[in-house]
């Protein structure tokens, strides 16, 4: 059943899709030629709705092809964007270089950019609606994907807990197979040598397999009975924790080799986007912040005798030690190598509490970036005493130290800062590391922006 809802929600995405393609060409035509005066002679609006026409195929065939028109049910919204963005940039890129190669067609470039900007943006919103349909839909217990679990180990128990806390990820596991009845509230169905005989009696949409390691003698047996039925087949492995979100395989001489720890900024080409980026939006906030920074800089001297800026020694990437920059908010004191700050500080000045409140004190950090040190978006840097400390106590903490730190991070705008979980913080510098992408870096910018609204300090 799973299978023909999801042909047909395929079929009500790609109608929809070409549908709002009209609408998208029309107002881009009365943006470019009545609202901003085109100029005089330009070709009719008949011209381009065939123009849109002629997209259609395009635009089915490079969808399809970038994946998105499979299932995003358990993808977040994110992804499907990221796809959508770059497959319109693509349509557009193959549109220019049509209308370059053939001159004859005198199709207003402008318009076509206004097109495809605007086909993103209503095809975007059209697609998170559908979302939030389906989403209360899987809540009430439509669009449900049945699963047929193996295993009751630690693997089993994780995987069920996921599934049943989020509801909205619509799928339902209604048995499981075992070694023993161990999982109270899902049907126990028995052995692993029964699966045959269960698949015989059931059709699940999908057969998941979370076997502990010392059951891995049967897992040949349990796929090629699955297989043997005609049933998708997904793989939880034993060393599962130890895989990032998006694993990559290498293969040498016939052998596939996970790679535990892909980043997708050890990619020379993603390295360059990001410290591009960084480089203009540090030279730009500089710019517009060295007001504030002027005014900060003589509070802090008139405050209390000292330096203006306060330099501390933080592990950055690649583990070297580097100095970030703030504007000093305390008075000079001893404790700046190992102790944090509370908001109740006695060491802070009047003037200090005041920047620190707004965050102005984390404005010389734009210097921090501009150097290389430190990136816009990234894990927050620690001091050397902490880090020593936590990796002994927290798992796969220093994997943070593989990127730049930064200003702000995805950790920082999830509310961990300041005196929160290292754990919590940690699992999101690592979801940050794993899963980084320039639109991710973008949201995580404008997100800061509006809990800056909010006069929180980002820590």
């Known amino acids: 059943m799973i299978k023909e809802n999801q042909k047909t929600l395929n079929q009500i995405n790609g109608l929809t899709d070409v549908l709002l393609l009209f609408p998208c060409m029309l107002l881009a035509y009365f943006i470019r030629f009545m609202l901003f005066q085109g100029e005089p002679g330009h070709i009719g609006l008949s011209y381009y709705l065939y123009a849109t026409v002629c997209i259609i195929p395009l635009l089915w065939f490079v969808y399809s092809l970038m994946g998105l028109y499979d299932s995003f049910r358990a993808k977040n919204f994110l992804t499907e964007f990221s796809l959508l963005l770059r497959c319109n940039i693509i349509l557009f890129g193959l549109m220019l270089a049509f209308f370059f190669v053939f ?118 047996d349990i796929i090629v009975n699955s297989e043997k039925h005609g049933v998708k087949v997904s793989l939880i492995p034993f060393y599962s924790r130890f895989m990032p979100s998006h694993p990559v395989y290498d293969e040498v001489g016939g052998i596939a080799l996970v790679n535990i720890r892909h980043i997708p900024l050890d990619n020379i080409g993603n390295a360059f986007l990001k410290r591009t980026m960084d480089i203009i939006g540090s030279l730009l906030l500089i710019l517009l912040t060295s007001p504030l920074m002027l005014f900060a800089a003589v509070g802090v001297k008139l405050s209390s005798p000292g330096p203006i800026l306060f330099k501390q020694e933080r592990v950055g990437l690649n583990k070297q030690n580097f100095y970030m920059y703030k504007f000093r908010s305390m008075r000079v004191n001893d404790r700046q190598t190992t102790g944090w700050s509370t908001n109740a500080d006695p060491r802070k000045t009047k003037f200090g509490s005041f920047i620190r409140k707004f965050s102005i004190d984390e404005l010389p950090q734009f210097f921090n970036v501009l150097k290389g040190d430190m990136s816009l978006v990234g894990p927050r840097p620690e001091l050397p005493f902490f880090v020593n400390q936590f990796k002994e106590e927290i798992p796969l903490y220093m994997v ?60």
């Open 103 to 220: 001159k004859e067609f005198h199709l207003s470039r402008w318009t076509l950019f206004i097109f495809f900007a605007l086909a993103t943006l209503f095809i975007t919103f059209k697609r998170w609606f559908l979302r939030r349909i389906l989403r209360t839909l899987r809540e009430k217990g439509y669009n449900l994907k049945h699963v047929l679990l193996i295993g009751c180990g630690e693997q089993a128990r994780t995987y069920y807990q996921a599934i049943h806390q989020d509801r909205t990820l619509g799928f339902c596991i209604d048995s499981y197979l075992g070694p023993r009845d161990r999982l109270p509230g899902i049907s126990y169905l028995g052995s692993y040598e029964a699966l045959s005989h269960v698949l015989d009696r059931i059709n699940p949409d999908e057969v998941v397999i979370a076997l502990e390691a010392e059951e891995y003698p049967y897992l040949q």
């Open 400 to 459: 943070k130290h593989q990127v730049r730190p930064g200003i702000t991070g995805w950790a920082q705008v999830n509310g961990f800062r300041g005196d929160t979980s290292i754990q919590g913080r940690i699992e999101h510098d690592l979801y940050y590391i794993e899963n980084w992408t320039f639109l991710l870096d973008i949201k995580i910018l404008f997100m800061t922006v509006f809990r800056f609204a909010n006069s929180e300090k980002l820590k």
